[in-house]
């Protein structure tokens, strides 16, 4: 592309090399991370039910009061809106570089402090986490467009979905690692301080060493991100954030042709051009004009596809005992219900939600990311709305693995689907100066969507009220199809420049036409 710097052709044409490689898995363990923080949390909050409400009089296992239970497991996303949106600015302000190690260490601190408690009261215990997971999901937060957004900024054209949708694909490897330790460490205290069935003794079937398996898997999310933490400060600035928002084309060129193992040359006077064509801001008539209906699309389609997606996540506890993957809570003790649940999540996750997040990777390329997210949304659709509508029927014992199968089915098309293209075309479509807020803004949207599952479609699932569950999965079928209808609003990017999806270049093309105005200053770390 003769228009662009040679900068960037140089990263639009590289071939896939070492570090590719690096980037995805540097930026990928940040997600692991994010997923193992977010979704732990299913794992372990009838274990606090059991340990913090048990009432004696009512003869039955301790359970978080709803609105305690909305806030333990919504409380982080909170955060995480929050986060997307300030340092999803700062990403575009200060540089991706600058605030990409700060979400790390933010997530590292509060993960430990999770686990801890300041008093013996279950309203301190319970006040103390919904801070700290409040915190943590605010540097989780800033993962999500920063991540998004190196990755598609170092990529070739020919790759850059795939490379997107890998660092995203570890969300669901630490989905799988949420049910995994939770399991492990439930299944050693079980072992060494196993109690007695509800049934037999109400209060020594919780075990008081469960006190300390909780916190334990909460404060295990610290280690990935604190191992993460130094490769991530060795990253170089982006070669496009350098170029187009610094200025510095001369940085840029050095930076890249490290990585790249290449010499790039810096052009001034074509830099030049590309700032006085792109001085459009985020709030103005212009870029609505040209890039308006395509943060409309992808905003409304990652908060429609996160409202199924986290409903599915934070209310499998509730549906795995009517598909029979978990005992009645009366016949078992406490270690043993969150044994039984991780170990169920564990399941749907490794081969329900994990397959379909590799199936985006290896076929975005291919298929593109437009009809993945179209496909996904109505897969999700139809699935949702035989669970609802047979869910008398599916409920029983006999058919429970039929159950099962169209469940993870859901978990399968979501992630080989919409899942992992609201994730891809945020970091796509938008101009260089305003891609990360623009993102976070999608992002956040999505995080809305979460909030709607965790504080209004849990009401419907947290009692197994067969009724009110029936009710909920056909709601979710519908905003799938909403998600599917909203998907027209964005366009394909496979194959294309960032510059020339975005129209920086200033060539005339079917998705938009310009961009970006740069500031001065450079980044002057290598990547060793």
């Not at 079917?510 to 450079?522: A, D, N, Y």
Request: proline letters at 3%; a positive charge; hydrophobic letters at 45%.
């Amino acid at each position: 592309m003769s228009d662009n710097l040679t900068v960037l052709n140089a990263l639009d044409t590289a071939r896939t090399q070492w570090y590719h490689v690096t980037a995805v898995i540097i930026a990928g363990m940040g997600f692991f991370t994010d997923a193992y923080d977010l979704f732990c949390i299913t794992t372990i909050t009838k274990l606090l039910g059991r340990l913090y409400y048990y009432d004696p009089a009512i003869h039955a296992p301790g359970k978080l009061p709803h609105s305690v239970n909305n806030w333990v497991t919504g409380v982080a996303l909170v955060g995480t809106l929050t986060g997307q949106l300030v340092f999803g600015w700062l990403g575009d302000k200060l540089g991706r570089k600058k605030v990409y190690g700060l979400t790390l260490i933010l997530m590292v601190i509060c993960a430990l402090c999770s686990g801890l408690s300041f008093g013996y009261s279950r309203r301190v215990v319970i006040g103390t986490l919904c801070f700290f997971r409040f915190w943590l999901g605010f540097g989780i937060g800033g993962d999500y467009p920063l991540s998004a957004t190196i990755m598609s900024e170092y990529a070739n054209k020919r790759s850059r979905g795939a490379f997107i949708a890998a660092v995203f694909a570890m969300q669901g490897v630490g989905i799988i690692f949420a049910g995994l330790v939770s399991m492990i460490i439930s299944k050693l205290f079980l072992v060494s301080f196993g109690g007695k069935a509800f049934s037999t003794d109400e209060v020594f079937s919780t075990e008081p060493e469960a006190d300390y398996v909780w916190r334990i898997v909460l404060m295990l999310g610290a280690l990935p991100a604190l191992l993460t933490y130094y490769w991530r400060m060795k990253m170089p600035e982006t070669g496009r954030y350098t170029a187009i928002i610094e200025g510095n084309a001369k940085q840029a060129a050095i930076d890249m042709g490290k990585v790249l193992d290449i010499e790039i040359q810096a052009e001034g006077e074509k830099l030049a051009k590309f700032k006085a064509a792109n001085e459009y801001p985020l709030l103005s008539n212009e870029f609505f004009a040209r890039h308006g209906l395509h943060l409309i699309g992808t905003m409304t389609t990652w908060f429609l596809l996160d409202i199924a997606f986290y409903s599915q996540n934070l209310t499998q506890k509730d549906i795995f005992p009517t598909m029979g993957l978990v005992s009645n809570s009366k016949s078992i003790s406490a270690l043993r219900e969150m044994f039984e649940t991780s170990r169920a999540m564990f399941v749907i996750a490794l081969f329900g939600t994990f397959p379909g997040y590799w199936f985006s990777v290896f076929f975005i390329e291919k298929i593109g990311r437009f009809k993945i997210q179209l496909m996904g949304f109505f897969m999700m659709s139809v699935f949702m709305a035989i669970i609802g509508a047979k869910y008398d029927y599916l409920k029983t014992k006999e058919h429970k693995w039929t159950f099962a199968a169209l469940y993870g089915l859901t978990f399968f098309f979501a992630n080989f689907g919409p899942n992992s293209t609201t994730f891809v075309l945020p970091a796509e479509l938008f101009p260089t100066r305003v891609r990360s807020t623009c993102h976070a803004l999608s992002a956040a949207s999505g995080k809305a969507g979460a909030m709607v599952s965790a504080f209004g479609v849990q009401q419907y699932t947290q009692d197994g009220n067969v009724h009110k569950i029936k009710k909920a999965m056909l709601l979710l079928a519908f905003t799938n199809m909403i998600g599917f209808c909203c998907t027209f609003l964005v366009t394909e990017t496979k194959g294309r420049s960032l510059e020339e999806i975005s129209g920086e270049d200033e060539r005339k093309n079917e998705t938009q036409m310009k961009s970006t105005r740069p500031h001065s200053g450079h980044q002057d770390d290598g990547w060793d």
